[in-house]
C-alpha cells in the first residue's frame, strides 16, 4: 500500500511538472515581436505611470526630455497660459525613419482633471533621423481644478513617451510666456549650410534648430561672420559673387552686394568695419585670386587684393589683438600675414598642402594652420613668422578652432571622420574622437564647455570635458562653418 502511494505521488509531481513546462512555452510563443522581455505596449505604459523619477526636474521650466527604445525626445511648452497648448518637438534616434509617424494620431494629452484636447501635428524639419515638429491642440479646454497636464506618444517605432508640467508650479496664469519662451535669450549659432543655399539658426542651449533661412537658390559661401551689435549675418552666394547682408532678429536680407569674384570664405575685422571676401577654388586661376574688402557703413568695396602672390585664399582669421590677418591659401600652400590697419602684406609663411583655415591662439604668440592633404597642423610662432613645429592630425584635417582657455587645438577632420586634439603647451596629439561621419569645421561656446562640428546635415555637440559627443542638431545640407551669435 505504501508503495503504491509513493507511485502515484510521483505521477502527480510529473505530470505538474509537464504542465508548467507547455504554460512556460505557450507564453514565450505569446510574446509581442521584438519585445524580449515579453512586455507589450500597455505594460510599458503601466510600468512607466508606476515608475518613481527620482531625477529632479525644474518645475519652472518649460523643457522636458524623455527617452525610450532607442528614441530620444525633447518637448517644450511653448505658450502656457493659453487655453490650446502648442509643443515643438525634437526627436532623435540611429535607426528607423520617424517621419512616417503623425504624432497627432500617436499622443495624447490630457490633465488630471479629466480635461482631453485633440492635436495637430506638423513637420518642421523632416530629417528621417532627427525630425522636428509642433503638436498643437485645436480643440479642449483646462478645468479650474486641473493641476497636471500630461502628454503622452505612444508606439512610436515601438517607444512610450511621456511629459508631464505641473500647472501651479509653472504658475500659468500669470507667466509671461514671451519672456518664458524667448529663444533670442538662448546661446545661438549661426550655420551656412553650403549646398542648400541657406543659414541655420540653432538655439545651442536646447540643442535645437529654430529656423533655415534659404538666402540663394545655388551655393551658399562656405564661410559665414556675424555683427552681434547689429543683428547682421554675413554670408555670400558661392558663384552668384554677391556679398549677402541677413538681419537675423528680422528675418530678412538687407542687402546685396555685386562682388564680381567667387565668395567662398567670408570674414569680420575685429572692430567689425570690413568685410573680408576670399575667393577660393582647388584650381589654379587669377580669377580665384582675391581678398575683396567690403565696407560695412555703406557695403560698398573698399579694396581689391588681387596683386599678392598667393594663390586661391580660403578663409581669413583675425589676430586677436588686432593687429594682423592671417590668410590660408590652399593652392599656393602658404599663409599670408596682412597688417589689420592697411591690409598690406607684411609676411608669406610656407606651411602644409592645402592649408583650408588657420587661427590665432588666444594671447596671439601662435599661427596654426589646418593642411588638408597633408592631415597636420603647422605651428607659426608670430614673433618671428617661423614655423616651429608640425603636428600630426586626423586624415584630411579641414576646419581648426582653439578652445577659449588657450590650451588646446581642435581640428575636424573630413576623411577619418573625427576631431583631433592637440595640447598647444606640449605639441602633442592627446586624442581623438570618432564622429561617425565626416567632420567639416569646429567651434566653441563662450564658456567652452561645449564644442559644436558641422557634419553631412548636421551640428554634432560634444562635451569638452568628457569628450563625448553628446547630441546632433540637424541643419541642411553640407554646413561650413558657423558663428556664435
Known sequence: ?????????????????????????????????????????????????????????????????????????????????????????????????????????????????????SLEWEFTMESSHH???????????????AEQLVLQIEDLDGAFLEFEWNL?????????????????????????????GSVSILDIDNYKNIANHTLVDNQLSHGIAVDEERGLVYAGGLDEEELIIFDYEEEEVKERVEIDARVHGVDL??????????????????????????????????????EYPWQSPAHINIDPQGHYLYVANVMSNDVAVLDADNFELVEMVSVGEMPNEVVSSYNGDYIFSANVEDSNITVIETRTWEVVDTISAGEGAHGIAVTPDDEEVWTANRDSN????????????????????????????????????????????????????????????????????
Open 168 to 196: 501651479e508650479s509653472l504658475e500659468v496664469a500669470d507667466l509671461d510666456a514671451d519672456e518664458s519662451t524667448n529663444e533670442n535669450e538662448a546661446s545661438r549659432l549661426a550655420v551656412a549650410n553650403a549646398v542648400s
Open 1 to 117: 500500500m505504501r508503495r503504491y502511494l509513493v507511485l502515484t505521488m510521483a505521477l502527480v509531481l510529473a505530470v505538474a511538472m509537464i504542465s508548467l513546462s507547455v504554460g512556460c512555452e505557450e507564453e514565450t510563443e505569446d510574446l509581442e515581436p521584438g519585445d524580449s522581455n515579453g512586455e507589450t505596449q500597455e505594460e510599458k505604459i503601466e510600468e512607466a505611470n508606476e515608475i518613481d523619477d527620482t531625477d529632479e526636474v525644474d518645475e519652472t521650466s518649460l523643457l522636458r526630455e524623455d527617452s525610450d527604445g532607442g528614441i530620444d525626445s525633447r518637448v517644450t511648452w511653448e505658450n502656457p497660459g493659453e487655453e490650446l497648448p502648442e509643443f515643438t518637438i525634437g526627436l532623435d534616434t540611429h535607426a528607423g525613419d520617424l517621419t512616417m509617424y503623425d504624432l497627432a494620431e500617436l499622443s495624447n494629452l490630457t490633465t488630471d482633471a479629466g480635461d482631453e484636447f
Open 269 to 306: 575685422t575685429l572692430e567689425r568695419d570690413y568685410v573680408l571676401i576670399s575667393s577660393a577654388a582647388l584650381e589654379e586661376d587669377d580669377e580665384y585670386d582675391v581678398v575683396t574688402v567690403v565696407d560695412t557703413d555703406n557695403f560698398e568695396i573698399s579694396e581689391r587684393l588681387d
Open 131 to 145: 525630425p522636428e515638429g509642433v503638436l498643437t491642440a485645436v480643440d479642449g479646454s483646462f478645468s479650474p481644478e
Open 418 to 485: 573625427t576631431v583631433s586634439i592637440i595640447d598647444i603647451d606640449t605639441g602633442e596629439r592627446v586624442e581623438d574622437i570618432d564622429l561617425e561621419t565626416y567632420a567639416n569645421h569646429v567651434t566653441f561656446s563662450a564658456d567652452g564647455e561645449k564644442a559644436f562640428v558641422t557634419r553631412e546635415d548636421d551640428v554634432a555637440v560634444i562635451d569638452v570635458n568628457n569628450r563625448d559627443m553628446i547630441d546632433t542638431i540637424p541643419v541642411e545640407k553640407e554646413p561650413h562653418e558657423m558663428e556664435v551669435l
